[in-house]
């Protein structure tokens, strides 16, 4: 039951607050990682900034669904509050170039097709 209400608040996107205090408190403190899950997936879809911090707290869940799904909803959530003009929250450039960093030090993901030499013709 607290599963189906989790996901219903994230698909009507309701936005009042009572929800979003509730979703957060699930998100917190619910036992089951599947409705932590689906409280973070409605945090998203909603798209509320009050639901940032509790988001970046559920990073450290110790199940993998939560974890990502919250970083899918903090995703989402900075997609949707994008302004170009506003500051960034500190360290948030230095951690995307150190993911950048991260992925070009790992290689080619496996299966991915290599690239030609430099001055072949293709």
Do not use: H
Not at 10 to 26: F, T
Not at 54 to 74: F, S
């Amino acid at each position: 039951m607290r599963l189906a209400v989790a996901y219903a608040l994230g698909e009507i996107g309701e936005k009042g607050g009572g929800a979003v205090v509730a979703l957060i408190r699930v998100l917190a403190e619910d036992r089951d990682d599947e409705v932590r899950q689906e409280a973070a997936f409605a945090l998203g879809e909603i798209a509320i900034p009050m639901a940032s911090a509790p988001l970046e707290k559920a990073l450290q869940d110790r199940a993998e669904i939560v974890r990502q799904a919250a970083q899918d909803a903090i995703e989402k959530l900075d997609e949707e509050g994008e302004d170009p003009a506003a500051p960034k929250r500190p360290g948030e450039a230095a951690a995307k170039k150190q993911a950048e960093a991260a992925k070009k030090q790992a290689g080619p993901r496996p299966g991915a097709p290599l690239a030609p030499p430099p001055g072949a013709r293709p």
